[in-house]
C-alpha cells in the first residue's frame, strides 16, 4: 500500500470508529443519559443527517483551498467533537457533539476518495477507493468492537475519549505522509454549474440512490443489532463485541473483493451483490432466535454490505471525474441519507409495535429497491451511445 494510501486509511479508521461507536453503545448510553433504545439511536441519525447536509455545502464553499491543509483541518475539527462527546452533561450536549464532528466527515470522505484515485492507475481506482473504505471496515474489526468493550468496562465517554487519542495520531501521520504534490495544493474555485450537471447525469444520480438505499436496509437493523442479537437471539452482552468482531472481519472481506470485483466489472458486481443482499435479509427472518445461524448470518451479511462500496463509489468518481469536488463529496451524503433513514425507520418500526427480529423485512424492502434501480441504470448506461468522462 503507497504510504499516502496508508494515511488516508488509517484516517478513515479513526472517522469510521467514531460514526459506528455509536450502535454499540446504545444501550449504556441510553441508561446513563435516560432515554429509550429508539431515542438513543436518533444519535446516530442526527450525525448522519449533519453530513449529508453539511458535506455538500463545505464542498462548494471549499473547492478552492488546498487539499492536505483542508485534511488537518477537518481532522481538528472532528479531535476537538469528540472531546465534547466525552465531556457532554446530557443528550442534547451529546447530539450537539456529534453534529460537530459531522461537519467534517463528509468533506474528509469526499477529499480523501479524490486524492486515493490520483495516487493510482485509472484501472485500479476501485481498488485505490476500497484500501480508503477498508479504514471504515477495519473499524468494524477492531475500532467498534474495542470501543464497545471499553465502554462497556469504563463508561461510554471513554470510548470517545480513545477516539479523540487516535485521531491525534491519525492527523500527524496525514501531516507525515500526504505529500504536497499529490494533495493538488492550489485550485482553481470550483465551477458550480459543471459540478452540477456531473451530479446530474445518470450513472451518478441513481448511483446515489443505490446507495441511499441499500444503507437505509443496512441501519434499519445494524442500529438496533445490538438488542437484537441480546433480547432475541440470546447473545450474552459480553459477547457482542466477538460478534461485532467477526462482522467487521466480514467487511473487511468484503470490501477488498468489491474492490476488484469493481476494477473487474462494476455494474455486474454490484446487481450481483445487491441480489445477494436480500437474500440474506430473507434469511435472518429464520435465523434471528438461533445464536449460530445468526451469528454466521450477520457474518455474510457483512461481507456483502461493505462490498457494494468500492464498485458504486468508482461509477460515480468514473462518471463524475471532470469536476469531482460535489459528486464526491455526496457520497458521503448519500450513505449517511440511508444511515438516518434507516435508524429512523427501525427506531418507528419498534415504536409501532415491530419487534427487533422484524427488522430484516425492512432490509430486503430496500435491497429490492436498489437492485431495480440499478438494473435500470445498467441498461440506460448499456443503450446510451455517450462514453463516459475519462478519468484524470
Not at 38 to 50: D, E, F, N, S
Not at 151 to 172: E, H, K, M, Y
Not at 286 to 308: D, E, K, Q
Amino acid at each position: 500500500m503507497p504510504l499516502p494510501l496508508f494515511a488516508l486509511f488509517l484516517a478513515a479508521f479513526v472517522v469510521g470508529t467514531n460514526e459506528l461507536i455509536v450502535a454499540g453503545l446504545l444501550p449504556a448510553l441510553a441508561a446513563d443519559l435516560g432515554v429509550d433504545i429508539p431515542a438513543a439511536g436518533l444519535l446516530i441519525t442526527g450525525y448522519a443527517v449533519g453530513v449529508a447536509i453539511g458535506g455538500p455545502f463545505l464542498a462548494i464553499g471549499t473547492g478552492h483551498l488546498p487539499r492536505r491543509p483542508l485534511l488537518l483541518v477537518l481532522m481538528a475539527v472532528f479531535i476537538a467533537g469528540n472531546v465534547l462527546c466525552a465531556l457532554a452533561a446530557n443528550y442534547w450536549l451529546l447530539m450537539a457533539a456529534r453534529l460537530v464532528i459531522s461537519c467534517s466527515h463528509g468533506l474528509f470522505f469526499g477529499v480523501a476518495m479524490i486524492l486515493a484515485t490520483r495516487l493510482v492507475p485509472p484501472h485500479r481506482q476501485s481498488s485505490a477507493i476500497s484500501m480508503v473504505v477498508a479504514g471504515v471496515t477495519v473499524a468494524s474489526v477492531l475500532g467498534a468492537p474495542i470501543g464497545t468493550a471499553i465502554g462497556n468496562s469504563f463508561g461510554w465517554r471513554a470510548s470517545f475519549w480513545a477516539i479523540a487519542g487516535l485521531g491525534i495520531v491519525a492527523t500527524l501521520v496525514m501531516a507525515a505522509l500526504i505529500p504536497e504534490a499529490a494533495a493538488e495544493e492550489r485550485r482553481e474555485r470550483a465551477n458550480l454549474a459543471r459540478e452540477l450537471r456531473a451530479i446530474g447525469r445518470q450513472t451518478v444520480f441513481l448511483s446515489y440512490v443505490i446507495i441511499t438505499l441499500l444503507m437505509t436496509g443496512t441501519f434499519a437493523f445494524f442500529s438496533y443489532i445490538v438488542p437484537t442479537l441480546t433480547e432475541v437471539t440470546g447473545v450474552a452482552i459480553a459477547d457482542v463485541p466477538w460478534v461485532l468482531l467477526a462482522s467487521g472481519i466480514g467487511g473487511t472481506v468484503g470490501n477488498l473483493v468489491g474492490g476488484r470485483l469493481g476494477d473487474w466489472r462494476p455494474m455486474p458486481a454490484l446487481i450481483g451483490i445487491t441480489a445477494v443482499a436480500a437474500a440474506i435479509y430473507f434469511v435472518m427472518l429464520f435465523a434471528v432466535a438461533s445464536p449460530l445461524p445468526m451469528i454466521v448470518a450477520v457474518f455474510a451479511w457483512s461481507v456483502v454490505g461493505f462490498s457494494f462500496a468500492a464498485p458504486v463509489q468508482g461509477r460515480i468518481l468514473q462518471w463524475s471525474s471532470d469536476a469531482p469536488n460535489l459528486a464526491s463529496t455526496l457520497i458521503s451524503t448519500a450513505f449517511n441519507i440511508g444511515i438516518a433513514a434507516g435508524a429512523w425507520l427501525g427506531g418507528a418500526a419498534l415504536h409501532g409495535g415491530w419487534g427487533y427480529s422484524d427488522l430484516p423485512l425492512i432490509g430486503i424492502f430496500f435491497a429490492v429497491a436498489a437492485l431495480i434501480v440499478a438494473l435500470v441504470s445498467w441498461t440506460i448506461e448499456k443503450r446510451s451511445a455517450a462514453a463516459g468522462p475519462v478519468a484524470v
